[in-house]
């Protein structure tokens, strides 16, 4: 006999309707887990389409991309299906795509040694908006996983740091630059310095500086005022620009006073330039001053001498000028010369 046929008809009936209850409990349960999975997911739509930062999606097989928040227009221009339909090759310069595959390789790499699946990295690089201009963007990226870990997609969220990377430019050349003439101010010269004359030594290779201290600039302000001045630094850096080139490297030592190093330059041939600009002050269409002079100071390099050695030499040399009179150029014998590097 089945033991269901010893249960009394209450107990059978009772059992069914627990059975019953549960179910519909579980039932419910469901629902109630699905409206908030539907609720949550709502929510995080929401989120992506009115975030200003852009957030995307791109199968890890294909590089392309499977999802594009709204925001992508006021980003690049582009709907969210015209990025879509665009290949990462497509939304980048070269420069940029070569920088964005090696990282993606390097966190393969570091996903098979294991390291946190949670972490998250971030770059900055240009890409194109649909004008095909530059545009800067930082993006935060992390692997997309399935039910066993391994990734399977990029999740990204982009944002536009064009201006944050023209502020940071404006400060970098304030903190190198003097901001009244352009020049560079010291800390970068004695880093040029350093490298030259390392390069100096390996090489053999011939530098030379002309230190420059413009003739009575301070009756200059006084008779003129201080905006005529400055408009006389701002010609006189002007006018040595003119006659140095490119590798050449000028700085605002201070005050009135200005440092020239020449790369790949003998003595000799920095004297001659310092004699061209002494006579182009002379020429110099300064407003309201008319000609000016300058004390001229000019050394070359001597293999294996100290920064200060060198410095102390070439301001020697320009005072030499002011004390004999001023206007003119004072320098090194040119048989002194280092015979390695003339």
């Known amino acids: 006999m089945n033991e269901r046929d010893d249960m009394p008809a209450g107990e059978g009936t009772e059992a069914l309707r627990r059975r019953v209850a549960e179910q519909e409990q579980e039932i419910a349960d469901l629902r109630e887990r699905n409206e908030a999975l539907r609720k949550n997911e709502q929510k995080y739509r929401l989120i992506a389409d009115h975030s200003g930062d852009c957030l995307w999606m791109m199968d890890l097989a294909t590089l392309r991309f499977t999802y594009v928040s709204p925001s992508v227009t006021q980003l690049y221009g582009?709907?969210?299906?015209?990025?879509?339909?665009?290949?990462?090759?497509?939304?980048?310069?070269?420069?940029?795509?070569?920088?964005v595959m090696k990282a993606l390789e390097?966190?393969?790499?570091?996903?098979?040694?294991g390291v946190d699946p949670r972490r998250t990295r971030i770059i900055e690089i240009e890409e194109y908006r649909q004008d095909r201009s530059i545009?800067?963007?930082e993006t935060v990226l992390s692997f997309l996983r399935d039910e066993q870990q391994q990734p399977v997609g990029i999740?990204?969220?982009?944002?536009?740091?064009?201006?944050?990377?023209?502020?940071g430019e404006e400060?970098?050349?304030?903190?190198?630059?003097d901001p009244l003439t352009g020049a560079f101010n010291r800390r970068p010269f004695m880093e040029e310095l350093h490298r030259e004359m390392g390069r100096s030594n390996r090489y053999t290779v011939p530098f030379s500086l002309i230190m420059l201290d413009i003739d009575h600039f301070k009756a200059v302000n006084d008779r003129f005022g201080h905006e005529t001045g400055d408009q006389v630094l701002e010609g006189l850096v002007k006018l040595i620009r003119k006659r140095i080139r490119a590798s050449d490297f000028l700085a605002r030592w201070g005050g009135e006073e200005f440092l020239v190093m020449l790369?790949?330059?003998?003595?000799?041939?920095?004297?001659?330039?310092?004699?061209?600009?002494?006579e182009g002050l002379r020429t110099w269409p300064f407003p309201d001053v008319g000609s000016l002079a300058a004390s001229f100071g000019v050394t070359q390099?001597?293999?294996?001498?100290?920064?200060?050695?060198?410095l102390t030499r070439v301001d020697n040399l320009m005072y030499q000028g002011k004390q004999g009179g001023r206007a003119c150029v004072v320098h090194?014998?040119?048989?002194?010369?280092?015979?390695?590097?003339?």
Do not use: C, F
């Not at 299906?81 to 070269?94: N, R, Y």
């Not at 400060?171 to 630059?177: D, E, F, G, I």
């Open 135 to 137: 545009v800067w963007i």
């Open 78 to 99: 582009s709907t969210p299906e015209e990025t879509m339909a665009q290949g990462i090759d497509e939304v980048m310069p070269p420069h940029s795509l070569e920088i």
């Open 171 to 177: 400060l970098r050349k304030l903190a190198v630059t």
């Open 263 to 278: 790369v790949n330059t003998t003595l000799a041939q920095a004297v001659q330039l310092a004699e061209a600009l002494l």
């Open 332 to 342: 090194d014998p040119i048989h002194d010369a280092d015979p390695t590097t003339s």
């Open 301 to 310: 390099y001597r293999g294996g001498e100290s920064v200060d050695t060198l």
């Open 106 to 113: 390097e966190e393969l790499a570091l996903e098979a040694s």
């Open 155 to 167: 999740l990204g969220v982009s944002r536009d740091v064009t201006e944050r990377r023209r502020l």
